[in-house]
């Protein structure tokens, strides 16, 4: 198994969106014995969040309205601070899929390996979620390739539509699924791709 690499966490900024409370300054003072620089605030993000490393949110009086994003869909690693046993809250807190947890309340350890876990999970949601859209892409490019093929090969098949294809894509000097999505475009059909990629050469 291959063994994580421990990031350097130094000069990291972490927004503590938590109203004011003994909860904020413990966990203030953690994160600046680790060499993170936390931000608290209440009850609005600030608009700079986006460039933020690590956001700790309060799941027990959080609402939707303070994310100016989905559920799951932070641009950054989440922590939920949570200290409540409410089922409703707890719902809450899930539904806002954050990568990682802090029971309340915040003592003298704990926070260094759920900014470690967060990151971590976050990433990992990262590449899953840009793999999904790659192979989504492609998907689409193939289902593209094969009805243009239908829309060239005429009375002549599968075969001829795909040899003339090959033989666009060279004219062109584009790659199959480009010229595919030319002539679905030229067809007057949307080509259902997103945005084709250019092949050099």
Request: glycine content about 8%; hydrophobic content about 45%; proline content about 7%.
């Amino acid at each position: 198994m291959t063994r994580q690499r421990i990031p350097n966490l130094g000069g990291a900024r972490a927004v503590i969106l938590h109203r004011p409370h003994d909860v904020v300054d413990a966990l203030a003072r953690q994160l600046s014995a680790i060499g993170l620089v936390p931000e608290p605030c209440w009850p609005d993000l600030p608009a700079s969040v986006v460039a933020a490393d690590f956001l700790f949110f309060d799941a027990d009086m959080g609402f939707d309205a303070q994310f100016p994003w989905a559920a799951g869909a932070a641009p950054l690693p989440t922590i939920m601070l949570i200290g409540s046993e409410a089922p409703g809250r707890i719902e809450w807190a899930l539904s806002r899929e954050a990568n990682a947890q802090l029971l309340k309340p915040v003592g003298s350890a704990g926070v260094y390996s759920s900014l470690l876990i967060a990151r971590q999970t976050f990433e990992r949601r990262m590449q899953q979620t840009a793999e999904i859209e790659t192979l989504r892409e492609r998907v689409a490019e193939r289902q593209t390739i094969v009805r243009a093929v239908a829309v060239l090969g005429g009375d002549g098949g599968e075969e001829a539509g795909f040899d003339r294809l090959r033989h666009l894509a060279m004219d062109w000097r584009v790659t199959m699924e480009e010229a595919a999505a030319r002539v679905m475009a030229a067809s007057g059909e949307p080509p259902r791709t997103g945005p084709a990629k250019r092949r050099a050469g």
